[in-house]
């Protein structure tokens, strides 16, 4: 079974520019889930997409922002990006989180660094 | 807001010691799972416990939730060098879908 794929797998950017980050999720999972890790520090929620529509987002500014296509793959894109946004973004799939009580794992992709001067 | 509190934030160890982290909620959890990351990695799914008071192992981890199904830890028995890594908890919110992640606990370990 494929994993999550994440492309690219390094970016550097200037301030201001625009950037995409695209993430294919497992064959089957539905749900996919963009998180943000600047360097050294913890996982900060940034989107969750499951059956096409957005369902929850974390608080960032909305220049965050990304879609999930008809095949579940997904893009986190990031406007006016600014030094602080530099991190690595990671994405998830899982199945659908269907049914409360129960969460289904989340398989992470290997990551996209984006690196802004 | 809520959130998913875990400590200690760092620990460093000797192999053979043995290592806790602790993660606390402000909200009773569904669920709670546990993750690893490799330095360099990408977060790896451990286990997920939903029962309250359910504890379970896997080979020298222990992971335990807490009767109120507010708290949950990990305990590593005898801690080898392949332990190194960080280690988060991440909770479901009852009655909602999302996955909050605690902010993870570094564990260094000395040969």
């Known amino acids: 079974e494929a994993g999550v794929t994440q492309s690219p797998t390094h970016l550097i950017k200037t301030r201001g520019q625009q950037v995409t980050l695209r993430c294919s999720p497992i064959?089957?999972?539905?749900?996919v889930y963009w998180y943000q890790q600047a360097l050294g520090l913890g996982l900060q929620f940034l989107l969750w997409?499951?059956?096409?529509?957005?369902?929850n987002r974390g608080n960032f500014p909305p220049r965050f922002s990304g879609r999930q296509f008809p095949n579940y793959s997904s893009e986190l894109n990031v406007n006016a990006l600014e030094l602080e946004d530099s991190a690595l973004y990671l994405c998830?799939?899982?199945?659908?989180?269907?049914?409360?009580?129960?969460?289904?794992?989340?398989?992470f992709g290997n990551g996209t660094r984006l690196t802004v001067t | 807001g809520q959130q998913v509190m875990q400590i200690p934030q760092y620990q460093h160890v000797q192999e053979g010691e043995d290592f806790t982290t602790y993660c606390n909620s402000s909200?009773?959890?569904?669920?709670i799972q546990w993750y690893k990351q490799r330095p360099g990695g990408h977060p790896v799914f451990l286990i997920q416990?939903?029962?309250?008071?359910e504890v379970k192992k896997q080979k020298r981890l222990t992971f335990q939730f807490g009767e109120a199904k507010k708290n949950s830890s990990l305990h590593i028995t005898a801690t080898q060098t392949t332990d190194v890594g960080t280690y988060f908890c991440?909770?479901?919110?009852?009655?909602?879908?999302?996955?909050?992640f605690g902010a993870g606990t570094r564990l260094f370990v000395k040969a």
């Open positions: 909200t009773t959890l569904s669920n």
């Open positions: 064959s089957g999972h539905t749900s």
């Open positions: 416990l939903v029962k309250s008071g």
């Open positions: 997409y499951d059956e096409g529509e957005e369902r």
């Open positions: 991440a909770g479901q919110i009852t009655g909602g879908f999302k996955t909050i």
């Open positions: 998830a799939s899982s199945r659908t989180t269907g049914t409360v009580g129960y969460n289904s794992p989340l398989h």
